[in-house]
């Protein structure tokens, strides 16, 4: 069985619904048992992620898909200390050779969520991992998928909360993806 983790932080509610549906899309993959995993408030203390538990969860993840909405141009603060915590597990490359990738959401088209994505293959890639991006190019589908047209990985926008259909079926696609590589590589 092929074990996916997405883990992602959400302020509005936005980043979950992509999560959702990343988890959806891997999902719908034969043998491959999916997790979600909400980097809450209560997970940082101090400035500092506390959650050890989901850390220990992650080390028995093939795969793990990383969520968090741009701000100020980069990650949240949130995923950010999830991401310094996670250093113990790079110390002994627990996460090394996993299949990664990554999802955010920001309120502009053009309000640097590509640095985001960047940030979280940046992230990935620290850990040994192998990243997997889309493999469709921008609106170039029948579906209209990826119609930000982003490669590194899915990135939606939205200004009132309100989802464009077309990214949430890119997430679902995304998960899809990264469960199908997980398989292949596991072969």
């Not at 983790?5 to 993959?29: C, D, P």
């Not at 999916?34 to 992650?58: C, P, T, W």
């Not at 088209?109 to 990243?131: K, N």
């Amino acid at each position: 069985m092929i074990k996916v983790a997405v883990v992602f932080h959400s302020a509005s509610g936005s980043t979950r619904q992509l999560a959702a549906a990343v988890a959806a899309g891997a999902a719908t993959v034969p043998g491959v048992n999916v997790m979600q995993a909400e980097i809450a408030g209560a997970d940082i203390r101090a400035g500092r992620f506390r959650n050890s538990k989901l850390l220990a969860q992650l080390t028995h993840a093939d795969a793990i898909i990383f969520g968090s909405p741009t701000f100020m141009g980069s990650v949240s603060a949130q995923f950010k200390a999830f991401a310094d915590a996670s250093s113990e597990c790079w110390e002994t490359q627990l996460w090394a050779n996993k299949i990664a990738a990554g999802f955010t959401i920001g309120s502009n088209v053009s309000g640097d969520q590509l640095h985001t994505l960047q940030y979280l293959q940046v992230f990935a890639s620290q850990h040994g991992m192998l990243w997997t991006g889309l493999d469709i190019p921008g609106n170039h589908n029948a579906a209209g998928l990826n119609r930000l047209g982003a490669q590194s990985g899915l990135i939606a926008q939205s200004a009132d909360g309100l989802l464009n259909e077309t990214d949430l079926l890119t997430a679902h696609y995304l998960g899809q993806r990264v469960a199908q590589v997980s398989k292949r590589f596991a072969g």
